[in-house]
Each structure stands twice: as C-alpha cells, then as structure tokens.
C-alpha cells in the first residue's frame, strides 16, 4: 500500500521570506500523481499544485513550485515571497493513475505559520 | 463554473441515530470520493464512485456506506453513530483520468 509522509508537523516562515515543506512517499508504481493542498482555518481544502509522475520538469504555480524528486520517492513544496494568506495546514497527497482511481493518500500535514 | 457543494454544514447527532450527507460534484465530473478527516486519525479514504457504481473503498465499518446518483450528486450515510464518528466529512470530484481532485467546503459532524 501507499503511504505519505510528512515530517515536519510545523513550519514558520517570516513573510516575503521563502520557505520548503518536505514530503516522502512510498509505492511501487511508476505512474501517479502528487498534490499539495492547503487547508486555512475554514477547513476548505484548495489544490495548491499538481506534479505528474512521468513529467520530468517540476510543476509551478506562481509563488508555489515543487522539487520532485522520484528515484528518491521525494515531493517538497517550495513557497516564495510568503505571505499572511499562506499560512494554513498544507498536506501532501499521492494518487495512482491506473483505472482513473480517485483514491488520495494523505501525510498528516504541516501547520505552517507565517511572521508579519 | 460552480464548485463542490456539500450539504449540510454542520450536523449535531446523538449516539445509536444515523446521518446522511450529500454531495453535488462539479459539473461534468462524474467521479466522486469521501473522506474523513480527525484531528488523531487525518485523512481517511472512505469510498469513491464512478457512474454509480462504487470503485473503491477504505477501512471503515458497514456502518458507512454511499451511492451515487445518475446525475453525479452522492450520499453517504452512517448508520448507528458513535462519538467517535465526529469528524469533518470531505467530498471530492474529479474528471475521470484527468488527476485534479477538487474538495468541497465539508461537512461538519458532532456526535453527542
């Protein structure tokens, strides 16, 4: 079975500064995806980014970029220019590709707080 | 387009009564999965179902149990409550084979 890990429980950052939430997984496939969402305090959970397993290039979205790493089953979140709005639990999640299973495996997340 | 939309909200039960919870996907999406999240146990997978027919499902009790409906909108249902159902319950759709899952806002419930 798939299984998600994320080590770090909290994470504070001061704001405009840049700041890296780790994430490790497990499986034995070799086609999937990879998510990070975030969740504020109105427990709303927001896709935050996307990576596909056989795209070699790291996905970006504005601010937010990841450092995917796949022989090392390795899936970082790198936030740029932090700002008060960014700071909410954020999880990692895994999902297999194989007949359009929509089935996500969760890490427990990490509370990340942000400096004025 | 108009996200996932759960209903109700919130919900305060008593042990021994049963729930029902729904869930409208996105349009178009025609795949839908539960989730429930504690503070002990996080993220839990619950079921999915595709064109009314349940694909998948995670390591709950029969107490739970789904279906969905021909027009995507889904129900899960927990019959025989126990405090330790209390929980916020996530609905999620996607595009089949598209890989984006979009959550709704959850429904929150209290077993007293």
């Known amino acids: 079975a798939q299984t998600v890990t994320q080590s770090q429980p909290e994470m504070s950052v001061q704001e405009a500064e840049t700041v890296t939430l780790s994430c490790t997984y497990d499986?034995?496939?070799?086609?999937?995806?990879l998510f990070w969402y975030k969740q504020p305090p109105s427990r709303q959970m927001i896709l935050v980014i996307r990576?596909?397993?056989?795209?070699?290039q790291n996905a970006t979205e504005n601010r937010f970029s990841v450092n995917f790493q796949k022989a090392a089953k390795s899936f970082s979140l790198k936030i740029s220019d932090s700002q008060l709005g960014d700071a909410a639990m954020y999880f990692c999640?895994?999902?297999?590709?194989?007949?359009?299973?929509?089935?996500?495996?969760f890490g427990q997340g990490t509370r990340l707080t942000i400096n004025p | 387009k108009a996200g996932v939309t759960q209903t109700p909200r919130y919900l305060i039960k008593t042990r021994g009564q049963q729930v029902t919870l729904s869930c409208s996907p996105i349009s178009g999406h025609r795949s839908v999965s539960w989730y429930q999240q504690t503070p002990g146990q996080g993220l839990q997978f619950l079921f999915e179902?595709?064109?009314?027919?349940?694909?998948n499902k995670g390591n709950f009790p029969g107490r739970f149990s789904g279906r969905q409906f021909s027009n995507s909108r889904s129900e899960m249902n927990v019959s025989t409550l126990e405090l330790g159902d209390s929980a916020l319950y996530l609905c999620a759709s996607s595009l089949a084979q598209q890989g984006k899952v979009f959550f709704g806002p959850g429904t929150r419930l209290t077993v007293l």
């Open positions: 999640a895994y999902r297999n590709t194989f007949q359009g299973a929509q089935k996500l495996v």
């Open positions: 179902y595709f064109s009314e027919t349940q694909r």
């Open positions: 499986t034995s496939e070799s086609d999937y995806y």
């Open positions: 990576q596909e397993a056989y795209k070699q």
